[in-house]
């Protein structure tokens, strides 16, 4: 009965390299989400995938930051060349549909940059 | 453009007495709301969701809320508090693609 999958738990980075967040979604689910959460700024939407597809990318910063879903596989969120504002909470969540289908969340990874 | 407020950051409570999280939203159509728990170091748990139904929504561990469209608010309550209910609370309304989240309620329980 697993639920949505994120890893790793915990990532550090030093300024300038690259971070791989990876998501998982419940059986079943075909939409995925990635919402960031910074202690100033709560939490945000970044994008919405289903399979093979970047349906909303309206949340993800323009440069840096890029999002996919492959027909196989987890969702893979990867930040190049972090920076220290990059550090944060990444929560993945999944959902069987969109409009009032509830978003099931993972436990999300906390970003860390040195 | 979708928004969500919630009105206090911080309510404290004594065990055994009631909890009311308060919440605003606006909507250009009808919305679909949801109340979300976060405890420390964990993702966001669903507590219950409101999609046009019913105005008074059960939800898990005794919470529910009530849909007002006249006052656009969506208030989370529960009749008796819990230790084990300290934690943080979300409000959000889904918008087609994403949810918009309020800036969140810490709830402090008190023995």
């Known amino acids: 009965n697993a639920g949505v999958m994120q890893n790793p738990r915990h990532l550090v980075r030093r300024r300038g390299q690259e971070a791989r967040l990876r998501c998982s979604p419940m059986?079943?689910?075909?939409?995925v989400y990635w919402y960031r959460q910074l202690p100033e700024e709560g939490l945000k939407f970044m994008v919405y995938l289903q399979k093979e597809n970047i349906i909303d990318e309206s949340g993800m910063p323009k440069e840096r930051f890029s999002a996919e879903f492959p027909k196989e596989g987890p969702s893979i969120l990867r930040i190049q060349q972090v920076v220290r504002g990059d550090s944060a909470a990444y929560f993945c969540?999944?959902?069987?549909?969109?409009?009032?289908?509830?978003?099931?969340f993972g436990d999300g990874t906390r970003l860390s940059i040195l | 453009a979708q928004s969500v407020t919630q009105l206090d950051s911080h309510v404290s409570v004594s065990e055994g007495t009631p909890v009311l999280l308060r919440c605003n939203y606006s909507?250009?159509?009808?919305?679909?709301l949801f109340w979300y728990v976060q405890h420390p170091n964990k993702g966001l748990q669903l507590l219950l969701k409101y999609t046009s139904a019913a105005t008074l929504v059960k939800g898990i561990n005794g919470f529910e809320a009530e849909f007002k469209k006249s006052e656009t608010s969506f208030h989370l309550t529960k009749p008796s508090a819990h230790m084990s209910d300290a934690a943080e609370y979300f409000c959000s309304n889904n918008a087609g693609n994403m949810l918009t989240f309020g800036g969140g309620t810490r709830l402090m329980v008190k023995p």
């Open positions: 059986k079943g689910h075909s939409h």
């Open positions: 969540a999944s959902s069987l549909g969109t409009g009032g289908q509830p978003q099931h």
């Open positions: 909507s250009s159509y009808s919305p679909s």
